[in-house]
């Protein structure tokens, strides 16, 4: 029996789909034969979850594990200030069950560069978490285009099988339209994969406070007295409208307008927005992806120091 360990940022669902592949075991009997495996070992597996059995095998503790393998930083991005805690710290044992083993986006998609590079190092490839987060069109680190995979439970095959096979699509991205929209989709993707590095979620209060001082350029006092939110067709004019049709297939303008009216709110700050809303203001509010990346790690140092301090916030 392989006992897989994780490769460099591979998705906790990719890396069980790989164990069933290297060892011939059907989806539905993958946690059984993990947790008898684990136990010829020599490990105590009862009441393990399966994020859990796949730290294990990766010699990783659970904390780890989660920061580094799961979709739960990118899941999970904001919380209340006194629920500030590691990702994967088991304190917050309902949502390790809930995200654990989720994937932020529908479909299994892969870099052709990254396959290429994984065969010839290490002669097979894995899916990676950032490349199935909501809106990335592209793999960051190679600017190449990803590919979906045209298989169903395409994770119980590496990439580089369904390569091989030809059951691979390119995204439809015009390139010339995604060319001319780059620097606003470029800042969305790398925030996106920024936040799977923070070891643990942002105080909500924290976030909103600098998209509020941020968007104040979008809040607009009408005659009634109240704010009308202009960021809608700010932020649709960044991309080709066939992307914002793709990711967001509904009221565009008004689901934009929304999140800002919420996160400029003091009624807001109890209240996290979806994961892609923060990330699409923050791509639009914010001149560069690296000066939204340095607030995000500045609220989470923020978050540790007002958790190991024992302060915390209503």
């Known amino acids: 029996?392989?006992?897989?360990?994780?490769?460099?940022?591979?998705?906790?669902?990719?890396?069980?789909?790989?164990?069933?592949?290297?060892?011939?075991?059907q989806g539905n009997n993958v946690r059984a034969v993990l947790k008898e495996s684990l136990k010829k070992e020599g490990f105590n597996v009862n009441n393990l979850m399966q994020i859990e059995l796949l730290a294990?095998?990766?010699?990783?503790?659970?904390?780890?594990?989660?920061?580094a393998h799961s979709a739960i930083p990118a899941l999970q991005v904001t919380v209340r200030p006194k629920y500030v805690c590691p990702h994967g710290e088991l304190v917050?044992?309902?949502?390790?069950?809930?995200?654990?083993?989720?994937?932020?986006?529908?479909?299994?998609?892969?870099?052709?560069?990254?396959?290429?590079?994984?065969?010839?190092r290490y002669g097979f490839s894995w899916y990676r978490r950032s490349h199935h987060l909501?809106?990335?069109?592209?793999?960051?680190?190679?600017?190449?285009?990803?590919?979906?995979?045209?298989?169903?439970?395409?994770?119980?095959?590496?990439?580089?099988?369904?390569?091989?096979?030809?059951?691979v699509r390119e995204q439809v991205v015009d390139r010339v339209e995604f060319s001319s929209a780059a620097p606003f989709l470029r800042r969305l993707s790398e925030i996106s994969v920024a936040w799977l590095g923070l070891s643990r979620p942002v105080s909500t209060a924290d976030l909103h406070l600098n998209l509020r001082r941020q968007g104040s350029a979008f809040c607009v006092k009408n005659n009634r007295g109240t704010s009308d939110f202009t960021i809608g067709s700010f932020v649709l004019s960044l991309a080709p409208s066939r992307w914002f049709?793709?990711?967001?297939?509904?009221?565009?303008?008004?689901?934009?307008?929304?999140?800002?009216?919420?996160?400029?709110?003091?009624?807001?700050?109890?209240?996290?927005?979806?994961?892609?809303?923060y990330v699409l203001l923050l791509a639009a509010l914010?001149?560069?992806?690296?000066?939204?990346?340095?607030?995000?790690?500045?609220?989470?140092?923020d978050a540790s120091v007002r958790e190991n301090s024992g302060l915390s916030l209503p």
């Not at 029996?1 to 011939?24: H, K, S, Y």
């Not at 294990?56 to 920061?67: C, D, E, N, R």
């Open 1 to 25: 029996m392989f006992l897989v360990e994780a490769m460099p940022d591979e998705l906790a669902a990719g890396q069980e789909g790989r164990f069933a592949c290297l060892n011939r075991v």
């Open 56 to 67: 294990l095998i990766s010699g990783m503790s659970p904390i780890a594990y989660a920061q």
């Open 92 to 120: 917050s044992r309902k949502q390790i069950a809930k995200w654990g083993m989720a994937v932020p986006r529908k479909g299994r998609f892969l870099c052709k560069i990254c396959v290429t590079e994984d065969m010839r």
């Open 134 to 167: 909501i809106g990335m069109d592209w793999c960051v680190a190679h600017g190449e285009p990803l590919s979906e995979v045209l298989a169903e439970q395409s994770f119980f095959a590496p990439p580089n099988i369904w390569l091989e096979r030809k059951m």
């Open 245 to 277: 049709e793709e990711n967001l297939p509904f009221d565009q303008e008004s689901y934009l307008n929304s999140a800002l009216r919420i996160a400029s709110s003091r009624y807001g700050d109890g209240v996290s927005l979806p994961v892609f809303s």
């Open 286 to 301: 914010y001149p560069t992806a690296e000066h939204a990346i340095e607030v995000l790690r500045d609220l989470s140092r």
